[in-house]
């Protein structure tokens, strides 16, 4: 009797027990179904219905007239993304097919690698591929430490290099016409839509989206790619864009990630693409991919929807006149090949025009020669104007006569006598006339670019007046003070132009040898960027005020009508970084220098610029040098670099009333009579104002007033 009962209690809790496991697990049920059903039901929803981003145009790039400098190109494209949870042998029927209706160029397939084709052959040949790994390999290569995904990674390391090339040449044109597809719908990032092919044909285009129900998760779509109206014409400032494929720049990721791009997503990598990323990328389309319901229509497993409208990039209007660019490059071109023969280490040209009076660049262009196999090859060389530096030479005179007034070194009027001057330890040094000018007033000086006025400002500035054969004191201050009043103008300091990657020039090496004070008094001993000397021309002409340079003067919405520059969103404003401690009775008197230079006989300009009819004021310049480029032509037999020359011109026009100033630098050339740099300096002036003078005629306006004259 004692037994039953103690079965029987003994049977009740276990009938308990298994009671309470059922509440237990009834009631997890329910908590699963009732309170966490809704959260999984959505985190399902979220894996199945995944949002995608579809890349729209950029923003246009536009002259100052208006004109599409750069475009988009409306390509025709096939796109492949899948779900998640597509298997391999499905991605590679879908490819299949899809070589039989669309043809990859041998180009692309070209570039595919060893391992993507070995991988594939793997897939193609699983049984085969598995032989290749014995047990005593995987014997071999496991330990006790090693992880499983780290030894299965040292076994498929094995397994192909095993793959012989014999093997490899099994695989047929058509299936590596079938990787290269399956390889674009595979890569990428997660869930991201893959570009099959960008510029199919148009019968492509219309097979495909006739028959998109056979080839899941493949769509087609209208993709784009930059274009250059004017081809190579301002190609190196107007920079570049990344491809697709290479997508965010690694070295900026975290920057772009964080403002919500897509990692394959295109963006400027340089220059004005880059600078004003923020305007001419656009906001991106978003589409939900959806799982369908059972029953629904589609002629895909999945539907799509729009999140939210995509919207193009903002229009970047330049400063710069793409008209007036073109006339420019040609000017150089010409010139350059026109005197290369007789200069062998002559290899490069720049102008840099704008407008004095708001700092807007009209102009900035470099072309270079290179020697490719015997044939001289003409290149874009349009960032060397802010990139690279050269002594200037005679154009910085106007700086050290107005460094001269404003240190009392010299006033107004001053006479000196020019005749060659001889310094303790150091060659008899003279101006280009040898013999000397005799008494000259400083306006003379300018005009006829007296090197000894110059020489002996310089003294005077460092507290000494000229004995022949006197031993130099100069202190490092008197360096600090001219370099002070220099970069006023713009010398050896930012311009402040809105592009990255600008040169500030060079400070000569030597400032403890007292004698270089007197080089640099004559521009050849720092160095300045064909930039630069815009800037300190511009400086002058407008009355003593440094702009900012400018290369984009409006930012304009996009639109869609022809000819059509869209709206003003945004202006750029002059900007007027410092005004130059001089009186205006200083800068007065130096322009009155600089327009004898240009327009009265004797000037060192006059003979190509007296009879012009827009009225010039400028400066020549020549600065003895040595070669600074890479060609062996530029060295002696013992390897030294040859001396030569620098010519520049620096200038602005009307001189009275003053609307674009220019500077031209022609490095390296052997005779410093050439007269390279005035004559692009009258091509780019005649071409500004037969430019103007046919706008005027024609009636053609600029697209906004703040072209105009500020």
């Known amino acids: 009797m004692k037994n039953k009962k103690r079965i029987s209690l003994r049977l009740n809790i276990l009938f308990f027990c298994v009671c309470l496991t059922f509440s237990v697990i009834i009631i997890k049920l329910g908590k699963v179904q009732i309170i966490d059903g809704e959260t999984y039901k959505n985190e399902l929803k979220e894996k199945e219905n995944h949002i995608t981003t579809i890349s729209v145009p950029r923003g246009k790039i536009i002259d100052r007239e208006g004109k599409i400098i750069v475009d988009n190109k409306p390509l025709r494209t096939i796109t492949y993304k899948g779900m998640g949870d597509v298997e391999p042998k499905d991605i590679l029927k879908i490819a299949r097919d899809l070589t039989k209706v669309i043809e990859i160029p041998q180009e692309d397939i070209d570039k595919l690698t060893e391992r993507e084709k070995k991988d ?96 899941p998760g493949v769509d087609v779509t209208v993709d784009w790619e930059r274009s250059y109206a004017n081809n190579d014409l301002f190609r190196s400032v107007l920079g570049n864009v990344t491809s697709s494929h290479e997508g965010l720049p690694k070295d900026q990721l975290d920057y772009y990630l964080v403002r919500d791009y897509d990692r394959n997503e295109r963006v400027g990598k340089s220059y004005i693409e880059k600078q004003y990323e923020d305007v001419l990328h656009g906001k991106n389309e978003e589409i939900r991919t959806i799982r369908d319901e059972p029953g629904h229509k589609s002629c ?76 001289i090859e003409v290149k874009d060389y349009a960032l060397g104007t802010m990139t690279s530096s050269y ?190 401690d001089m009186k205006k009775e200083y800068i007065d008197r130096v322009k009155e220098g600089f327009r004898m230079v240009f327009q009265e006989k004797g000037g060192t300009a006059a003979n190509t610029f007296q009879n012009d009819p827009n009225k010039p004021a400028g400066k020549t310049g020549t600065a003895q040098t040595v070669y600074g480029g890479d060609s062996e032509i530029g060295r002696d037999e013992n390897g030294k670099r040859k001396e030569c020359y620098n010519i520049t011109l620096a200038g602005y026009a009307p001189y009275n009333e003053p609307e674009v100033a220019f500077s031209v630098v022609v490095p390296w050339v052997t005779d410093d009579h050439l007269g390279l740099n005035s004559f692009i300096g009258k091509d780019i002036l005649e071409a500004y104002f037969d430019l103007k003078k046919q706008r005027l005629s024609g009636g053609t306006t600029n697209a906004d007033s703040s072209n105009q004259k500020q």
């Open 120 to 215: 594939f052959w793997i897939e193609l040949n699983e049984k085969r591929a598995q032989k290749k790994i014995t047990k005593q390999d995987k014997k071999d290569l496991g330990s006790k430490d090693i992880e499983k995904k780290d030894l299965d990674k040292k076994i498929d390391e094995l397994r192909r290099k095993r793959i012989t090339d014999e093997e490899l040449q099994e695989l047929t044109p058509q299936d590596l016409k079938v990787l290269y597809i399956k390889s674009k719908m595979s890569s990428g990032y997660g869930r991201a839509l893959h570009i099959i092919k960008r510029d199919t044909t148009e019968k492509e285009f219309a097979i495909v989206s006739e028959n998109l129900e056979k080839f």
């Open 300 to 375: 895909h497993n999945f539907h799509s929807e729009i999140v939210s409208k995509g919207k193009s990039g903002n229009n970047v209007m330049l400063t710069i006149d793409i008209e007036l660019q073109k006339k420019v490059e040609e000017s150089i071109e010409k010139r350059l090949k026109e005197f290369k023969s007789q200069q062998p280490m002559l290899d490069r040209a720049f102008v840099v025009m704008m407008n004095p009076n708001n700092g807007q660049i009209l102009s900035m262009a470099g072309k270079k020669l290179e020697d490719k196999d015997g044939k």
């Open 391 to 580: 002594e200037m030479g005679s154009v910085v005179k106007g700086a050290t006569v107005l460094t001269g007034y404003q240190t009392g070194a010299i006033k107004p009027g001053d006479i000196l006598l020019d005749s060659p001057i001889k310094l303790k330890g150091t060659k008899t040094q003279a101006s280009w006339n040898r013999n000397g000018f005799g008494e000259i007033n400083d306006l003379t000086a300018l005009k006829v670019s007296s090197n000894v006025y110059m020489y002996k400002l310089a003294l005077q500035l460092a507290g000494l007046s000229y004995v022949p054969n006197m031993s130099l004191d100069i202190k490092q201050e008197s360096f600090d003070k001219m370099r002070h009043y220099f970069s006023q103008f713009g010398f050896g300091v930012p311009t402040g132009i809105d592009l990255p990657n600008e040169m500030i020039g060079q400070k000569g090496k030597e400032d403890k040898i007292p004698g270089f004070l007197t080089n640099y008094a004559i521009g050849q001993y720092d160095t300045y960027t064909p930039l630069q000397v815009a800037q300190y021309i511009s400086t002058i002409a407008n009355g003593g005020y440094r702009m900012k340079p400018r290369i984009v003067q409006e930012i304009r919405e996009q639109t869609t009508k022809k000819d059509d520059v869209g709206k003003v969103i945004r202006s750029m404003e002059p900007t007027v970084l410092n005004r130059i």
